[in-house]
Structure formats: C-alpha cells, structure tokens
C-alpha cells in the first residue's frame, strides 16, 4: 500500500497566504523570500532616523505606469514602517490625511489603497507571517522587531498581500534602499524643498534614476448613474402614497469588520435614512464595499417610503456628491434633494450606531 505524501512544510511552500486569498493569485515563493530579504535590508539603513512621514519618496511602476508614494514611520519611535499609497488616488488620499486633525475610523478604510510593511514584535506576527518569514530564515534575535506584509483596499481592513501587490511592494522597498544610499551623502541635496515636488526613483538598465517629479495630478471624478430599481419604484407609486415631510439620508463605512478567519475582512457599510421631525431611523441599508454608494442610498431611501407609505417632499443630504447620487430617484418619487449644514437626526442615530458596533471613533491624525 503507498504512503500517502506529507504536506509540504512552509519552508518548501510554492506560495504564501494561499488559503487567505482565495480567488486571487497567492504571494509567490519566489516573490515572498524577496520581500524579506529586502524589509530586513531596508530596516539595516533605519529610514526613519533620515525621513520623516511627510517626506514622500515617489516610485514608478512601469507594468501598471503610475507613481507610488512611499512614506516611512518611525521618527516617533512608536511605529516603524513604510506606507506605499498606489497611484495618483493613493497619494490624495495620503495628503488629506495629513490636512485632517482627525479622521473617522470607517473614512480612513473606506479611502485607503495602500501597501505596507510594517516591523513589529514577533508576537503581533500570525502564523502565516512566522511561516513566511521562517521559509526565509529571517534572523531570529530576541526582542527584536519583524516585517509584516499587508493590503489595504477600500472598504476592506488590512489583510495579506497578493503575488501582485507582492510584486509591487518588492519595487518600493528595493527603490527605498536604494534611496537611503543616496541620503548618506555628504551633498545630498533637500529633495523636498519645493512645494508639491517630490524624488522620483525609477528603475533602468544601470540600476535606478532618481530626479524630481510633481505630485501625481488627481484624475477628475463624476459619480456614476445609479441604476434605479424601475420596478420597485412602479409598485410604490402604484399604491399612490402621500406626501410625507422631510428625511436625512446618509452613507458611511465603520471599522467594525465583517467575514470569516481565512476571508479578506470587509467594513461593515451602511445608508440610514432618519426622519428630520420626530428622528425615528428606518432599517438600514447595508453592502459589501463593491457595492456603489448610489445603489446603497437608493435602497435605504425606498426602504423608508415603503415603511411610512409616504413620499419625503424633500430628501437632505450632506455632501454634493450624495446631491448627485440620490436626484435620479427623487426625480422618480416627485421629491427634491438638498445639500444641508448638518443632518442633527440622523448624527445622533450614527452616534448610537457606531458605539453599538464597538466603532473605535475618529482617529486623531495630529
């Protein structure tokens, strides 16, 4: 009778995270040992003894052909990492983070696009970081500090990289070293000393060029049309509901996350409506970030005229954008949106909903 074979130990693992990322294209071996070879490299130069977290160093990733902001962690001496914002939107992202004073929990992972490795006690490593980083006999010192990759995608809460972010994080940390070399020169010249420009490092023939850039340039953005449910709306208008007063409608993310132990964990996402008179909350309405904040906005808006049986003669929003989304439907109902100052009913509800799903509050920036 054959042996049945062994499973192959992590040290002989073709790839890392498989069962984490399923659907998705796992850290290659190859791809993986890379990564620690170069996050222990990086750490031997101490970045952040030489940068601080505003001193943006720019990548270029020839495959997807757009810049990659790196900022590194550490000047504090509290947490020690290098932050890869992807793209011209990881970049604005980065920047409003630096203007807020504070920023709600749910806000900053409903924006982030973000790679990342951070160097952490070897406790705060799960068992498929140890894996990774024993297959690649990372040095073992007692009390010292070890990378952890990670992902953060909108609407989603860190999780474990991809063969592809992978790919893209290896360029950074290799581009950074090489940057750190640079820094110890005695001419090295300040690189950040004209406003909105940054180091370009680029990879080439010879090894890397490094030359100043401007920020990446936002691309302009228009919400998307929202597919309206015709038929819901049909069988509302047939019941010929009456005129109702006016609503507070409102979309946001939380940092109370969603999905199982092997599952990339998801935010969890809600659109309330409360009524602006007598504050009473309709059921919410809730999505996975894939979901687009128009269709979430719709469903909570005829979720509340089918409850009350009634048409909202005017829908308040807070912000232009929720104008655009929510004015097809209205149009629809014979309703009207506004862009109102503050929507004091329903802040109250978010108030309570938030501290019932155990949402850490706004996270203070300065």
């Known amino acids: 009778m054959a042996k049945s ?16 990322l399923t659907g998705e ?70 920047q409003k983070l630096q203007r807020s004073a504070s920023i709600s929990a749910g806000d900053f992972f409903a924006g982030q696009r973000s790679l990342s490795v951070e160097y952490v006690p070897r406790k705060e490593l799960t068992r498929q970081d140890r894996e990774l980083l024993d297959a690649a006999a990372y040095p073992t010192v007692r009390g010292s500090f070890y990378p952890r990759f990670r992902s953060v995608r909108p609407g989603y809460q860190p999780w474990y990289v991809t063969q592809g972010e992978g790919r893209i994080l290896v360029g950074c940390l290799d581009a950074m070293a090489a940057f750190c070399q640079v820094l110890t020169r005695p001419d090295c010249p300040d690189f950040w000393e004209r406003e909105n420009v940054y180091p370009l490092v680029e990879h080439d023939e010879s090894g890397y060029d490094l030359r100043p850039a401007e920020a990446p340039k936002a691309a302009p953005t228009t919400p998307a049309p929202v597919a309206l449910d015709e038929e819901r709306i049909r069988r509302i208008l047939e019941k010929q509901p009456g005129p109702g007063g006016a609503i507070e409608a409102d979309h946001f993310f939380t940092a109370a996350r969603v999905g199982g132990p092997h599952e990339r ?102």
């Open 5 to 20: 074979k062994k499973p192959a130990s992590a040290a002989q693992a073709k790839c890392f995270f498989a069962a984490e």
């Open 25 to 94: 294209e796992p850290l290659a071996r190859a791809t993986g040992l890379k990564l620690c070879r170069l996050a222990g490299e990086l750490a031997a130069h101490q970045p952040w003894a030489r940068l601080a977290e505003t001193n943006l160093v720019l990548v270029h990733d020839a495959v997807r052909g757009e810049n990659d902001a790196c900022s590194v962690m550490g000047r504090l001496g509290e947490v020690f990492a290098v932050m890869v914002y992807l793209g011209a939107e990881g970049f604005h992202f980065f």
């Open 265 to 366: 964990p998801a935010c969890i996402r809600l659109a309330i409506v409360v009524d602006h008179g007598n504050g009473f909350a309709f059921p919410p309405a809730t999505g996975m970030p894939e979901k687009t904040t128009g269709e979430l906005l719709a469903d909570a808006i005829l979720q509340a005229v089918e409850t009350t049986g009634a048409i909202p003669k005017e829908i308040r929003v807070r912000s232009a954008e929720h104008k655009a989304l929510a004015e097809g439907l209205a149009k629809a109902l014979g309703s009207k949106v506004t862009v109102a100052k503050s929507l004091p009913a329903l802040d109250e509800v978010k108030k309570s909903l938030l501290e019932m799903l155990g949402d850490s509050g706004p996270i203070a920036m300065r």
